[in-house]
């Protein structure tokens, strides 16, 4: 069963709901289910992999803020050692292959959530009426916990990358 969250965000200024269980920092990030580019079903905690992990989902890979925003945690992978970057959208498997593969995107792992919902719905961040995600970032440390979280209010604005970058540098002991 999902429930609506009280996180509410917009989309140009039209509120959204977000369905689904909501997490917090100091929880136990719930361990979602996905599908990778090559169709394979991949586990957060494989991704994780005892590492940092800063996962972001976003509403679709293949809108400008999306793509900005994922390029730039592409470009900022290159100098966190220890941490693995995930972002998490409904695109299926193969336009994320497509898109990662235009972009140039080696130091993130796109994966899709449209075949379980597992992410939306264990973190919280389902648009129900679009079927989407919300954008959001999420930093869980070696131990599975999250530690950091930041739901952007207006979907079509950017993260503050600084803040997610400074929890996940602190998490790695940087």
Same mark, same amino acid.
């Given at each position: 069963?999902t429930? !609506? #969250?009280?996180?509410?965000? #917009?989309m140009?200024g ?6 689904g269980k909501e997490v917090?920092? +100091? *929880?136990d990030?719930p361990?979602f289910? =996905?599908?990778?580019? *090559?169709?394979?079903?991949v586990?957060l905690? *494989?991704?994780r992999? +005892? ?17 900005? &925003? #994922?390029?730039?945690?592409n470009l900022e =992978?290159? /100098?966190l050692s220890?941490?693995?970057i995930?972002?998490?959208?409904? @695109?299926?498997?193969? $336009? !994320? ?5 235009a &972009?140039?995107?080696l130091?993130?792992t796109t994966v899709? @959530?449209?075949?379980?919902?597992s992410? /939306?719905?264990s973190?919280?961040?389902l648009?129900?009426e679009? /079927?989407?995600l919300?954008? $959001?970032?999420?930093v869980v440390d070696?131990t599975g916990?999250i530690?950091? &979280? !930041? ?10 990358? &600084?803040?997610?970058l400074?929890? =996940? ?5 940087h």
């Open positions: 069963m429930t !609506q #969250t009280a996180r509410g965000v #917009t140009k039209k509120p959204l709901a977000l369905t917090k920092v +100091g *929880d990030a361990d289910v =996905a599908i990778s580019n *090559d169709f394979k079903v586990k905690s *494989d991704l992999n +005892g590492k940092v992990c800063i996962v972001a989902s976003v509403p679709s890979l293949d809108t400008p803020v999306c793509s900005v &925003e #994922t390029r730039r945690f =992978a290159a /100098g220890g941490v693995c995930v972002t998490v959208s409904m @695109d299926l498997p193969f $336009a !994320q292959k497509r898109w990662c593969a &972009e140039g995107v130091g993130v899709s @959530d449209f075949r379980d919902r992410f /939306g719905n973190y919280g961040m648009i129900g679009l /079927g989407l919300a954008r $959001a970032v999420f070696t916990k530690v950091y &979280e !930041q739901v952007v209010p207006e979907i079509t604005a950017e993260p503050d990358y &600084e803040a997610v400074k929890a =996940a540098k602190h998490a790695a002991g």
